[in-house]
């Protein structure tokens, strides 16, 4: 009977996935795994290191090397593949089929793809933990990709082709609201002041640079060599081997400097905003006892994923609806969690979450988050898995927790234990 109603937990609604069944309990043959884990570098849009790389190469090196670290995991023997992603047709399910036919993994392994928005890769991820919970496989590769240099964001609706309902509707037109006015709407209605949305972007920039000049993000990069295409149209190689976007001199003064970007005496500037970035990240995640028989390593597990909606037009606060459930799914509280990676979408949204949660300074983004780094939409939630894990096993620590908003009013959040 415990195990039936362990099962029917797995198909109670798509919102939550509460893989320890309420309470973080004992290692359990059950339980969802991570096994590796592979990034690489983002790098800013139609300027950056892989400005001229299209996302299946991305995907492609990060594919390779995950199983790489597998103890070189046979590739025809993982059971699916999901990839988030936002900007391509169809959620670049034809290019991510083509990423893993390059990567060496037979056409005997399905894949599909997922576009949720900000937070795509980690609902790729959660998506193959519950296949992997509820029995349907024993291993599989969660994981994002964008490319918002070869695509753009600006296109991915086309008010023409709507229908006029929607402009009728309170709520269906809220959904076209750009997201820069989402972020003033959460400034002006829960007070966050210039000031504190500016400090947040001096701390990111800053905690990236530390993390960077420490080589703490040595093992989170995979490390390749692309061809990038000049201003005078010169093909050269190029090895992508570091995030581009941090910018280590950023300081109050300088922000101060300038102009709201999305409407007259807006607090929401370019400087702390998120950046437009390119980049790939993938989990390989296996039933601990497939783990074990395998002699695969084991990172860590995942506890419970979490998404919960709000309103479009404030979409930013989704951490702060979306966070608690999932820790409730744990047993645990926020004290419970060493790690926060909490995306900084817009530097007004992420400071309503932290502030709101309670969630301590110290334990935030250590390595800087999306206004540092950057937040290419279809990655970010695999990327922030691989540096939480990174970074857990850097201080020693155990309990990490991923979240962020997503457009049209949404949060997700996930849970994660390292072992």
Same mark, same amino acid.
């Given at each position: 009977?415990?195990?039936?109603?362990?099962?029917?937990?797995?198909?109670?609604?798509?919102?939550? %996935?509460?893989?320890?069944? /309420?309470?973080?309990?004992?290692?359990?043959?059950?339980?969802?795994?991570?096994?590796?884990?592979?990034?690489?570098?983002?790098?800013?849009?139609?300027?950056?290191?892989?400005?001229?790389?299209?996302?299946?190469?991305?995907?492609?090196?990060?594919?390779?090397?995950?199983?790489?670290?597998?103890?070189?995991?046979?590739?025809?023997?993982?059971?699916?593949?999901?990839? /988030?992603?936002?900007?391509?047709?169809?959620?670049?399910?034809? *290019?991510?089929?083509?990423?893993?036919?390059?990567?060496?993994?037979?056409? *005997?392994?399905?894949?599909?793809?997922?576009?949720?928005?900000?937070?795509?890769?980690?609902?790729?991820?959660? *998506?193959?933990?519950?296949?992997?919970?509820?029995?349907?496989?024993?291993? /599989?590769?969660?994981?994002?990709? @964008?490319?918002?240099?070869?695509?753009?964001?600006?296109?991915?609706? %086309?008010?023409?082709?709507?229908?006029?309902?929607?402009?009728?509707?309170?709520?269906?037109?809220?959904?076209?609201?750009?997201?820069?006015?989402?972020?003033?709407?959460?400034?002006?209605?829960?007070?966050?002041?210039?000031?504190?949305?500016?400090?947040?972007?001096? @701390?990111?920039?800053?905690?990236?640079?530390?993390?960077?000049? $420490?080589?703490?993000?040595?093992?989170?990069?995979?490390?390749?060599?692309?061809?990038?295409?000049?201003?005078?149209?010169?093909?050269?190689?190029?090895?992508?081997?570091?995030?581009?976007?941090?910018?280590?001199?950023?300081?109050?003064?300088?922000?101060?400097?300038?102009?709201?970007?999305?409407?007259?005496?807006?607090?929401?500037? $370019?400087?702390?905003?998120?950046?437009?970035?390119?980049?790939?990240?993938?989990?390989?995640? $296996?039933?601990?006892?497939?783990?074990?028989?395998?002699?695969?390593?084991?990172?860590?597990?995942?506890?419970?994923?979490? %998404?919960?909606?709000?309103?479009?037009?404030?979409?930013?606060?989704?951490?702060?609806?979306?966070?608690?459930?999932? +820790?409730?799914?744990?047993?645990?509280?926020?004290?419970?969690?060493?790690?926060?990676?909490?995306?900084?979408?817009?530097? %007004?949204?992420?400071?309503?979450?932290?502030?709101?949660?309670?969630?301590?300074?110290?334990? +935030?983004?250590?390595?800087?988050?999306?206004?540092?780094? /950057?937040?290419?939409?279809?990655?970010?939630?695999?990327?922030?898995?691989?540096?939480?894990?990174?970074?857990?096993?850097?201080?020693?620590?155990?309990?990490?927790?991923?979240?962020?908003?997503?457009?049209?009013?949404?949060?997700?959040?996930?849970?994660?234990?390292?072992?």
């Amino acid at each position: 009977m415990n195990r039936l109603s362990q099962i029917n937990t797995q198909f109670q609604g798509e919102s939550t %996935s509460n893989f320890q069944y /309420g309470k973080v309990g004992p290692k359990s043959d059950d339980d969802v795994v991570i096994v590796s884990v592979a990034r690489t570098a983002m790098t800013k849009a139609k300027k950056g290191l892989q400005k001229n790389t299209a996302p299946e190469i991305m995907l492609k090196h990060v594919l390779v090397d995950v199983l790489k670290k597998a103890n070189n995991f046979d590739a025809a023997k993982v059971e699916e593949i999901c990839i /988030g992603n936002v900007l391509q047709p169809g959620a670049g399910f034809g *290019t991510s089929r083509m990423a893993q036919f390059m990567a060496g993994i037979p056409h *005997t392994v399905p894949l599909f793809s997922v576009n949720r928005l900000c937070s795509s890769g980690l609902q790729a991820t959660s *998506t193959i933990a519950s296949q992997i919970k509820s029995g349907q496989i024993e291993c /599989g590769i969660g994981g994002g990709v @964008e490319s918002m240099s070869l695509y753009d964001m600006n296109n991915m609706i %086309s008010p023409d082709t709507l229908a006029d309902q929607v402009f009728e509707h309170d709520e269906a037109q809220k959904c076209l609201m750009g997201m820069g006015q989402t972020s003033d709407n959460v400034a002006e209605k829960f007070n966050i002041s210039r000031q504190k949305q500016d400090q947040m972007a001096v @701390e990111s920039h800053a905690k990236a640079s530390a993390a960077e000049k $420490a080589g703490w993000k040595a093992d989170e990069i995979t490390v390749y060599k692309t061809m990038i295409t000049d201003k005078e149209g010169n093909e050269k190689e190029i090895l992508v081997n570091r995030d581009d976007g941090v910018r280590p001199q950023t300081t109050m003064e300088s922000l101060g400097k300038l102009k709201g970007a999305f409407k007259k005496g807006g607090s929401t500037t $370019a400087g702390n905003s998120s950046q437009v970035t390119d980049g790939a990240a993938v989990i390989f995640m $296996a039933k601990r006892s497939f783990a074990i028989k395998n002699n695969l390593p084991i990172m860590g597990r995942m506890l419970s994923f979490a %998404s919960a909606g709000v309103p479009p037009e404030i979409m930013g606060i989704g951490p702060v609806a979306a966070i608690p459930k999932a +820790l409730k799914l744990t047993g645990m509280t926020v004290k419970d969690v060493d790690v926060w990676e909490v995306n900084e979408a817009f530097g %007004s949204q992420a400071t309503y979450s932290v502030e709101t949660l309670k969630i301590p300074k110290e334990k +935030l983004n250590r390595r800087g988050g999306a206004i540092a780094l /950057g937040h290419p939409l279809g990655m970010t939630g695999a990327r922030m898995i691989v540096t939480l894990f990174s970074e857990l096993k850097r201080t020693n620590e155990k309990f990490g927790v991923v979240s962020m908003c997503i457009g049209m009013g949404m949060g997700a959040a996930g849970v994660f234990e390292r072992e």
